[in-house]
């Protein structure tokens, strides 16, 4: 019988799998054939996909019976696959056996698991099974054995089930011999080792004893993410290609900077480069790419610069470049790699442009000085290249205004070789210069009065020009970008006449042929830009306008006429924002700026495996909003609620990630507009109860939103909560807890739970409570509510454990605690809650409620201090973003691997 099975995302769409179930055709040994099928939305399955295989006795829930198997990847054609499993000798004992599948497309997400499980049926081979000669296993005999008819040795280890020894049939002393045996024996009766279960049976049904839980256990580690914070908006900075990366380093915006990012388009993320021991803030620079390191060289911050350093990409370090016998200052000088010296020639200098230049070997780390005899005559602003033995140098500025020639530098010879003035392009600055391979390609700039759409190719091996057609050329234009792809020169932005540029063309010189670059999803009109080819796309980068500076970009594909927008990392720093965790992806949105008090509706996606942000379509999202809610479907994040200024909403959207599109929630019967409230997802259901509403202060309605009806429930009055905000909610598998928070007469440390199934209240037993508060946190265990810190107008550093079916409180410890906080973030691992952040402190501690102790976080490499961020657990780190300190909003992201506790066992 056919089955279906959902699963998450395939490539960029909702599938759903078909799956058949072949009978296993056993052979000789223990492996076997298993085939099956698979269906793409409906259609049979084509391509590579990652299957893993589970045995267990029973057809839901249980513990494996074996290891997983893995097959990846495994081809699957016109929607049929066959692989070969082994879960080895008995496991077929001839009970019951069901097959658990998991797949998901090659390397691509995380697996889905399909129900039902796979029922093993009778083959051809097990009818037969009477006839066997040979090895029985317990399971398919009858009857007693006597000792005498099982032989010294033939029962080992292996053939025992898990479990079927216990201590009763062991003599006195044996688990404690056997211990010594598994290696053991070096520890001396009254000897101690270090597990790190809380309790571990293998031990202590060797006879060993636990003693204590040891402060120093395997400390937990600290990790700062793509904080997408790409680098700050600039304008005449430096951009070089690694072979993997693009490195922006430097430039000016309201101040000159000595920041910059590593952009990794693969990963389609940032990495901020190091400022200590970097260069001193300077633009209109140089940087040139060695093949291991940057060097940046000259520019100005008002004064000019004749020092530099040599930046490692892989170390994120910084090494001085001396300045013994360096040329002069300067600055809009330039400098190329010849591959094995950095040549430094022209410029601004400050008595005017220059003439001479230098040549930088990073190895030595010594200058040479290049020669005057024969040098083309001084300017600025002018283009070089690299031919494999020569730097041509061209065009520019001599102070007295544009020039069209140039000359050939010869590093070897250290000499000059004038260049033909026949057939050479007008005079200009600030063009653009490409080499081809054979040729250089000089287009653009302005000669003083026009800006100018002409250029000329120059063959330094003739020693001739050959113009460049200008139909179909791009406007005129200067301080554009352009980059050589292997067969084109690719033009893009700049100025022509005050006005800003978002376009360009491609130039091909075999064709003498221009073909335009395309403006959809193009980056915003600039001048100024950097632009690096990767081997397969243009980075485009930075600029700048009349009015403001940009720290975004574009990927422009000439193969297919097409751009992509880079990350410019994650959202804008903010606080009072959400965050879900959608198994693979953390959504932030929302929230408020603080430190510019604006209140946004954008957000982000961010991928832990890649470390990379996706931004969040604000096309049909809900208006901007801070201190609302989110929770996550399985499929969708409904945002709900929240305020902006004086305006409280109770409107919302779902957010669906697998198509970057947006719903709106419906408003009839919603609840009031509200912030400071609760939500929780029911599996069904989001729960919206409490909070503060715009007109009459806290309130204890709530309602229930079904998005697959898109409609609304009233939740009862009766036995509901004193109205409050600032509360906590938790969600139990049946109820809804609600505790604390602050009502008319201040903190409160009362709650109910709300069952939805049967729309009704309980209350939450006060009985041993913690002390009232808000702005606390509270996580679900699986079978507790713990309650920690928050505010009664003084910041708290307890709680306590609530256990709803037996309605009571259980205190916790307060030893190796954190300090006392309220706006801080709390995450359950699965064993432990992790606090960290809020006000007053940024130290934290991992608690276990099975020990009742807590594990200190360590403060190596943790993010700074913050309040109002978010943090969530993706099932082996958190991750925490954003958040406010006293004076700014933050936007950074970080992740933390949690310690492991110790514990001390003492050797019987």
Partial sequence: MKKTFPLLTIAVAFCTLL?????????????????????????PANGNYDLTFTLFDTNSLGAPISSTITNSPVTVSNGLFTVILDFGNGAFPGLNRWLEITVRTNGNGPFTTLNPRQPFTATPYAITAANVTGPLFAAQLTGTLSPASIANGTITSAMLANGSVTATQLAAGAAAANLNAGGQSAVATGGMILSSNFTDSNLINAGYVKLSRLDASIPGTWQPRASGVAPAVRTAHSAIWTGAEMIVWGGANSAFLNTGGRYNPAANSWTATKTTTAPAARYEHTAVWTGTEMIIWGGSNGGFFNDGARYNPIGNTWTPVTTTAAPALRTIHTAIWTGTEMIIWGGLGAGGPLNDGGRYNPTSDTWTTVTLSGAPSVRDVHTAVWTGTQMLIWGGDNGLGPVND???????????????????PGARERHSAVWTGTEMLIWGGTDGSNFLNTGGRYNPTANTWTAMTTTGAPGGRYLHAAAWTGSEMVIWGGNSNGTYLATGARYNPSANSWTAVTTTGAPTARERPTSVWTGSEVIVWGGGNSSSYFGDGGR??????????????????????TAVWTGSEMIIWGGSAQQLGT????????????DNWTTTTTNGAP?????????????????????????????????????????????????????????????SEMLIWGGVISTAGNTNDGGRYSPTSNTWTPMPLSGAPTARSQHTAVWTGTEMIVWGGTGSGGALDSGGRYNPAGNTWTAVSLNSAPLPRYQHTAIWTGSEMIIWGGSNNNPLGDGARYNPVANFWTSMSSYNAPAARYFHSAVWTGSEMIIWGGSASIDAAQYNPTGDSWTPVPTSGEPSGRFNHTAVWTGSLMLIFGGNNNTASLGDTFSYIPAIPLYLYQKP
């Fill in 406 to 424: 140039g000359g050939k530098y010869n590093p070897t010879s250290d000499t000059w070789t004038a260049m033909t003035s026949t057939g050479t």
């Fill in 623 to 683: 208006l901007p909003r801070e201190r609302h809610t989110a929770v996550w479907t399985g499929s969708e994040m409904i945002v709900w609620g929240g305020q902006s200024g004086g305006t409280y909403f109770n409107d919302g959207g779902r957010y669906n990630p697998a198509s970057d599109s947006w719903i709106p929630t419906n408003t009839n019967n919603a609840p009031g507009g509200r912030r400071y409230h609760t939500a929780v997802w029911s599996g």
């Fill in 556 to 577: 422009y594909n000439p193969a297919n006429n097409s751009w992509i927008l880079p990350n410019a990392g994650a959202p804008a720093a903010r606080g009072f924002h």
């Fill in 19 to 43: 799956f058949t179930a072949a009978t296993p055709v056993f052979a000789q040994g223990t492996a076997f054939t298993y085939q099956g099928r698979l269906n793409n939305s409906g259609n």
């Fill in 599 to 610: 209140v946004l509706n954008t957000g982000g996606r961010y991928n832990p495996a890649v």
